[in-house]
């Protein structure tokens, strides 16, 4: 009986291994870039600003004034956006919690603020290529 | 007659890959989007049979046929790229380097580059390459199992036609 498999053979599967380090190392590289994520916070219609994540640990504090005195104090961290503190009078926006994916977002409808994260680049979902 | 009879063989070997690829669908994948691939088997026959340029036009009446019959138009931009990409390495390993690649080391390979090519052409048109970096390490794993099967299946195949041949002449 002749033998199934040749000698050339363990090339294709060395590419193999190859291919799979190497994406993985390709994703390391391009993965900082492919998970960008911003966060936007707007008031009524006026979009206040476009923030990206801080790295590491550190985090952003913005206080955004929505006028007559209202206030909402927003957290952006890598680990998740937040509303630290205001003074709305029901603080749906505080006890909301952290958001961290993009589509997420945070609403204080008596200020009118809306705080969103937004991924760059829109990944498709897995089935749409492969079908 | 050597080409009417050359043309009746691909025509039923088109049909053959489209209701293969047709019937492959009712199969569990082992991952979403990693098809067996079983209309790979068609090809290599092909190969084996007449050669490369046959394999090649064996390869973009199937994908154009099979997005047609699927009704999905986006996807013969995937399946082409990773056809005509897949046919061309197995065509040259069939055909200059068998002595030292087994037919399931060519059918494998066949399927390592038919998920590249689609890949790269998805990343292209979707613009971002993080897809493929983390898509293809799964489809590797799956190319293994599913080119090794199919190489298996077209060896006893091709292994038929030439006995068969053998005996008609």
């Known amino acids: 009986m002749r033998l199934y498999f040749k000698f050339g053979d363990i090339f294709v599967y060395i590419f193999i291994a190859l291919i799979i380090v190497g994406s993985f190392l390709g994703l390391s590289i391009i993965g900082a870039d492919a998970n960008h994520l911003q966060v936007t916070i707007r008031v009524g219609e006026e979009t206040i600003g476009t923030y990206g994540l801080p790295a590491g640990d550190e985090e952003k504090e913005i206080r955004v004034d929505s006028g007559d005195g209202q206030y909402n104090i927003v957290i952006i961290a890598s680990t998740g956006t937040y509303v630290k503190e205001a003074n709305c009078r029901d603080d749906v926006c505080v006890r909301w919690g952290k958001i961290n994916r993009p589509g997420q977002t945070i609403v204080c409808l008596p200020h009118r603020l809306v705080v969103s994260i937004i991924g760059e680049g829109n990944e498709p979902a897995v089935d749409d290529i492969s079908s | ?169």
Request: glycine share 8%.
């Open chain 2, 1 to 169: 007659m050597k080409n009417v009879r050359k043309m009746v063989y691909l025509a039923i070997i088109i049909s053959l890959a489209l209701v293969i690829s047709y019937f492959e669908q009712f199969i569990p994948p082992l991952a979403p989007g990693a098809k067996p691939g079983l209309a790979n088997i068609m090809t290599l026959v092909t190969i084996s049979m007449f050669g490369f340029k046959e394999a090649l036009v064996v390869t973009l009446i199937r994908s154009l046929l099979g997005a047609v019959m699927a009704g999905s138009p986006t996807g013969i931009l995937f399946s082409m790229s990773g056809g005509i990409l897949s046919t061309l390495i197995m065509s040259a390993m069939y055909l200059k380097l068998r002595r030292y690649f087994s037919i399931m080391g060519i059918s494998t390979a066949g399927a390592v580059f038919h998920n590249i090519g689609q890949l790269m052409v998805a990343s292209l048109v979707y613009g971002t390459f993080g897809i493929m970096f983390t898509y293809l390490p799964v489809l590797m794993i799956s190319a293994i199992i599913t080119g090794n099967f199919v190489g298996l299946v077209s060896r006893y195949i091709i292994n038929l036609l030439v006995v068969k041949r053998a005996l008609s002449t």
